[in-house]
């Protein structure tokens, strides 16, 4: 049986992290409400910007420079 479900989350494994996340958010709005949930949600956001750069070997403040040029945004 566990190995029937190990099977199935690891074809599945970005639903299942999606199914987390999703359920995560809507605790904390829950708990913290709207406002201060999105405000959670988008520092979570720039984590992960921070982060995925520190991974990829990527210069941070130079990232930044050029998202704050750029004209697009």
């Given at each position: 049986?566990?190995?029937e479900f190990k099977e199935i989350a690891i074809k599945n494994k970005g639903k299942l992290?999606?199914?987390l996340i999703g359920f995560l958010i809507s605790i904390t709005y829950?708990?913290?409400?709207f406002f201060k949930g999105t405000f959670v949600a988008i520092c979570i956001a720039i984590g992960f910007?921070?982060?995925?750069?520190?991974?990829?070997d990527k210069d941070f403040m130079e990232s930044l420079k050029n998202l704050l040029k750029s004209k697009d945004f």
């Open positions: 049986m566990w190995q992290i999606g199914i829950l708990w913290l409400g910007f921070i982060g995925k750069r520190f991974d990829d």
